[in-house]
C-alpha cells in the first residue's frame, strides 16, 4: 500500500507552472457556483474574512469583492510561490483589501478577529479537516462564519455513457484516492462541522451539465488527469500510453457529441454555519 502523499496536508498535484493555470482555469468554471455559496452563507461587505489554502487568490479575490473596500480578506497558503502569485494578481487588479501571507494551516493561529473563515477545495487535503476547524473556531470565537466548498468526485458522469468519462474519472478518482485525497469531502462537510464542534450546517449542493462541442468541461477533465498524470503512473493506476493525454479533451468532446450526450463534471457542495 502507498503511504498518503497528504498526511500532512500536502497538496498532492503540486505548484508546477501548469497547476496554477489549471487552477486559474478552474477558477473561471466554477466561480459563480461558489460566489452562491459565499453569499448565501452571509458573506457581505464590511467584513474581515480569512481564506485557508488559498492558492493563487481566487477566492480570496472573490471574497474581497463581495466584503468591498470596508471589509479585509488574508489569504493564507504554505507554498511561498503561489502567495507571490497571489499577490501580483491583486496589485495588477489594484484590488487593495486583500492581503496573502505564507503560512500553513496545520499550526496557523488568529491573532486579529475575524467575521468569517472560508475555503475552497482544501479540506479534502488535510488529514483530520475536523481539527483545524475545531482549532480556528475556539481561536475565533462566537458569531464567526465558517464556509467551505468542496467536491464529490464520484457525483461525475455523463449521459448516456461516454466510456471515455467513465475511464477518465476512474483514473482521477483512484489516484487521488491512492494519494490520501477525500475524493467526496463535499458530503461529509457535515459530520466534519460536527466533528469540530460546529453546529450542524446549512448546505447545498450545485453542478455543472454541459453538451455540445465547445464546452469548456473536457479540458477540465484532461487538465485534471494531466496534472495527476504522473502520480497515476507512480501508482499503477494508468500508463500514459493509455491515457493519450494530448488528444484526451477532443476525443471526450467528441464522443459526448457523437452520443448528442452530457457531461456533468464533479458535484460542488457548500456548507456554512456561525459558532455559537
Not at 85 to 105: D, H, L, T, W, Y
Amino acid at each position: 500500500m502507498n503511504s498518503s502523499l497528504s498526511s500532512t496536508g500536502a497538496y498532492v498535484l503540486g505548484h508546477a507552472d501548469l497547476e496554477v493555470q489549471r487552477l486559474e482555469n478552474q477558477a473561471r468554471f466554477i466561480g459563480d457556483l461558489t460566489e452562491e455559496i459565499l453569499r448565501r452563507a452571509g458573506l457581505a461587505p464590511g467584513m474581515r474574512v480569512l481564506d485557508l489554502g488559498c492558492g493563487t487568490g481566487d477566492v480570496s479575490l472573490l471574497a474581497a469583492s463581495l466584503v468591498g473596500p470596508d471589509g479585509s480578506v488574508l489569504g493564507i497558503d504554505q507554498a511561498p510561490g503561489v502567495i507571490d502569485k497571489a499577490r501580483e494578481r491583486a496589485e495588477r487588479a489594484g484590488i487593495g483589501n486583500v492581503r496573502f501571507e505564507v503560512a500553513s494551516m496545520a499550526d496557523f493561529d488568529l491573532v486579529m478577529p475575524v467575521d468569517a473563515v472560508i475555503g475552497r477545495l482544501i479540506l479534502l487535503h488535510l488529514p483530520d479537516p475536523a481539527a483545524t476547524l475545531r482549532r480556528l473556531a475556539a481561536q475565533a470565537g462566537t458569531g464567526t462564519l465558517f464556509v467551505f466548498h468542496e467536491m464529490d468526485m464520484s457525483t461525475a458522469r455523463s449521459m448516456p455513457e461516454s466510456p471515455i468519462c467513465a475511464q477518465g474519472m476512474r483514473w482521477i478518482m483512484e489516484t487521488f484516492a491512492r494519494a490520501g485525497v477525500e475524493t467526496d469531502m463535499g458530503s461529509k462537510l457535515y459530520s466534519t462541522f460536527r466533528r469540530a464542534g460546529l453546529p450542524g450546517p446549512q448546505m447545498l449542493l450545485s453542478a455543472r451539465i454541459e453538451g455540445g462541442p465547445d464546452s469548456f468541461a473536457y479540458q477540465y477533465l484532461a487538465e485534471v488527469l494531466r496534472t495527476l498524470l504522473p502520480l497515476a503512473e507512480r501508482f499503477g493506476v494508468a500508463r500514459a500510453d493509455e491515457v493519450g493525454i494530448d488528444t484526451l479533451a477532443a476525443r471526450l468532446r467528441d464522443e459526448i457529441v457523437a452520443l448528442d450526450g452530457v457531461i456533468q463534471p464533479p458535484a460542488f457542495i457548500g456548507a456554512w454555519v456561525r459558532v455559537v
